[in-house]
């Protein structure tokens, strides 16, 4: 276990509607990534935070947006949901300040979004 | 072109086989390199960093060669319990924006039968 949470486990929305996903990092771990991965995907980038400041976003629309919060858990928020936003929703914590260039992520178990 | 491209797969293998897997990456100013393992429906988890001299972990050998960009990942022995997929992971140079990302390949599925 990498004490990274996430929830809900599972979650089915509607097309157009809006979904909130939550990450607790590990104790001690001031960055937290946030990432989508598709059905036989490997899994992509959105956007980082450290020290509840947005430190870096892949190439996903603005309608995916983020927040981290000051005990450096965080949402990811998802407005106007697409059929293609169907996918495993995976957060990442690690230890390392803003600008290390290597250090491990730990992943949590994900959050699978259904959109219908 | 892709990122990080890896062997499509699926490999299937019998127990105690070899099997290697190939990535090769496009961005020459690639920092850092891993293997990460996925098991069906479970999140990513790593399974070694990957440098210029090579490393090896028990029956895992992972070696890098930068001039051709390739990464591979070398299994000896298999056991069952090494099916899962193995993502190939790069990160990119720090330019003072977005850093730390992960950037995965697609993966390549493994299953190991008795």
């Known amino acids: 276990e990498t004490g990274v949470t996430q929830s809900p486990t599972h979650l089915i929305k509607t097309r157009g509607q809006q979904v909130t996903l939550r990450c607790s990092s590990q104790s001690g771990h001031n960055t937290v990534s946030w990432y989508q991965q598709a059905l036989g995907q490997g899994p992509q980038f959105i956007f980082q935070y450290y020290r509840e400041e947005e430190n870096g976003r892949g190439n996903f629309p603005p309608r995916f947006s983020g927040l981290q919060f000051p005990n450096y858990s965080s949402e990811l928020n998802v407005n106007a949901l697409e059929l293609d936003d169907s996918a495993l929703y995976l957060c990442?914590?690690?230890?390392?300040?803003?600008?290390?260039?290597?250090?491990?992520?730990?992943f949590g178990p994900g959050t699978r979004l259904t959109v219908t | 072109r892709k990122e990080v491209e890896q062997d499509p797969g699926p490999f299937n293998v019998p127990e105690g086989a070899t099997v290697a897997f190939n990535c090769t990456y496009s961005n020459s100013a690639s920092q850092s390199f891993f293997w990460y393992r996925q098991d069906c429906r479970k999140e990513p988890k790593l399974l070694m960093s990957v440098y210029s001299s090579g490393n090896e972990d028990g029956r895992f050998t992972a070696q890098l060669n930068r001039a051709s960009q390739y990464i591979s990942l070398l299994i000896r022995d298999s056991k069952l319990s090494d099916s899962a997929t193995y993502l190939c992971?790069?990160?990119?140079?720090?330019?003072?924006?977005?850093?730390?990302?992960?950037?995965f390949g697609k993966g390549t599925k493994l299953s190991v039968k008795p």
């Open positions: 990442a914590s690690s230890p390392g300040a803003a600008y290390t260039l290597t250090y491990e992520q730990y």
């Open positions: 992971v790069v990160t990119p140079r720090y330019y003072g924006g977005s850093q730390g990302n992960l950037i």
